[in-house]
């Protein structure tokens, strides 16, 4: 035991050795990561300010796009920093904080998406009881729920990688703390109790899968039988951007959880973790603007009021 080195901070690899394609990786990740910090703060600022969206709907898409923020701003950041200025290293309580907030933002996002597929099935299954049974003081439990249950994965999922020192190595073979790189490096006391830790959590979605399925089942199938074309088509418009929402998480997921361990950075290893770290919060802005015709709306409303705001002060200007 005298000769084992415990480390206290691990090396981040990057995909070249070459200093300009380092440059250019960082200047890629912070062009996504300002696409994704517009998109969401104008998805949340729209909802906020218009008051056609103040309904159950658009109250957890503005969670979502919430949650998008904070899950792309936990991984991008630093590295953008590590990648402009040549650094490599990242501390053990660093590293820590990244699994931490990304796995609790992961998981209260996937647990917003199976309210919000409850939401849509009563909207479009039971108009008529909507109000009675999505109430506000509902729609805040759920989304305090969300949160409770992201957090307390998050940290027990945290506590199980982390209890033990790490011996092995301290080298990451990706650009930012990822899970399966850190069970990588743990001890086998550690890997049991993860592999627990994540067989349970599979049961789970597995479960919460189930029940999404079945809702955009009844949603469908119900969708298919109004007579109106414009009514099925306003509700067709409402549904088909959250159920890409959720493809989409579920198979960026699937990748993370699935996909194999790298050994050694490459380029495939590179897109694989944006993929399923970067891809999401920068897509679901542009899923909803395109796809929901009540969000097109209301931007386009906030747009002319700002510019007539703006003819305003240029008239009133000497």
Known sequence: MDNLTVFTE???MDVTGSRELQVLQGVLFLVIYLGALTGNLVTVTVIV?????????YFFISNVALLDLGSISVVVPKAVVNSMAGRKTISLTECAAQIFLYAMFQGVEFALLVVMSYDRYVAICHPLHYGLILTPSLCSQ????????GLVYSAVHTGALFRLPFTKTNVIQQFF?????????????????????LAFSLCLVLVCFAFMFASYVNIFSTV???HSVEARNKAISTCTPQLAIVLLFLISGSVAVLGPIPNTPSLKNLLTAMFYSMV???VNPIIYCLRNRVINAALRRMFNRFS??????????P
């Open 177 to 197: 703390c990822d899970v399966p790189q850190i069970m990588r490096l743990s001890s086998p006391e550690v890997e049991f109790s993860e592999f627990l830790i």
């Open 49 to 57: 300010t218009d008051t056609r969206l103040h309904s159950p709907m």
């Open 10 to 12: 691990f090396l981040l």
């Open 308 to 317: 007539v705001l703006q003819s305003k002060i240029f008239k009133t200007e």
């Open 224 to 226: 298919l039988k109004i």
């Open 280 to 282: 999401p919060p920068f």
């Open 142 to 149: 759920a989304t305090a729920g969300s949160w409770a249950s």
